[in-house]
């Protein structure tokens, strides 16, 4: 007997109806999809988003009133992101905001499959994590091996485009994982998020004032949209 496979729910934020008929139609070709609403702009995408549990967003950029980078920004847990453009130019952009993967219009299904198995293989990696947020370490895959990582060894984690760096005291770890996942795996009464960039470990602050803290000898700036919820 087979183990049921995982289902991911998912929401569809294109105004273009073409756009979207074509997504719907790739999304219903893959058993492990759930396609639990479609909308056309960023103040009905949110109601979604409040509504339901949504696993993966297909987000188009240039939405009516609110653009879809900017509505990206506002959105304090958002799921995971592919988004869909007929521009080139916003994938900079796109890296400090965990955006799973692109899809240029018109969208080829392969390219789509592609774009699915890159958004299930951060969801299974995020899955193990959370498995493993109570423990002492965490394993985390780098190719074909699986790194353990010490928990009290970490002094601070930096995001750098799509990839993270783990700096321990003697060397630094790096992945090719969103910021945002690996914190979700963190205890919050040890580690905090104070920039889209770090996270650090409170008891390796060294020095630490309104709008900077040092760790490791390093100075790392807090941002403003963090400080209100950041207790050092």
């Known amino acids: 007997m087979h183990p049921a496979s995982k289902k991911y729910n998912c929401i569809i934020v294109e105004d273009e109806p073409i756009a979207a008929e074509i997504l719907e139609t790739f999304i219903s070709r893959d058993p492990e999809l759930i396609l639990i609403g479609k909308c056309s702009d960023a103040v009905h995408a949110s109601n979604l988003l409040s509504i339901h549990e949504v696993d993966l967003m297909f987000l188009d950029l240039h939405l009516p009133v609110v653009k879809g980078f900017d509505f990206l920004k506002k959105l304090k847990n958002p799921p995971f992101v592919i988004v869909t453009t007929a521009y080139h ?90 910021i945002s996942k690996i914190e979700e795996s963190l205890n919050p009464n040890i580690f905090t998020r104070i920039h889209k960039s770090y996270i650090i470990s409170k008891p390796k602050i060294e020095v630490k004032s309104a709008t900077v803290v040092q760790v490791k000898g390093k100075k790392l700036p807090i941002g403003r949209t963090y400080k209100p919820f950041i207790d050092l």
């Open 89 to 178: 130019q916003y994938a900079i952009e796109g890296y400090e905001l965990d955006i799973a993967d692109y899809l240029l219009k018109p969208i080829p299904y392969e390219r789509f499959a592609t774009a699915v198995g890159k958004f299930k293989y951060l969801m299974e990696a995020e899955d193990a994590l959370l498995e493993m947020a109570e423990r002492d370490h965490i394993f985390i895959s780098s190719g074909k091996k699986q790194i353990k990582i010490i928990l009290q060894d970490i002094f601070y984690i930096e995001s750098l485009r799509e990839y993270i760096h783990i700096h321990t005291k003697t060397e630094t770890f790096t992945f090719k994982m969103p």
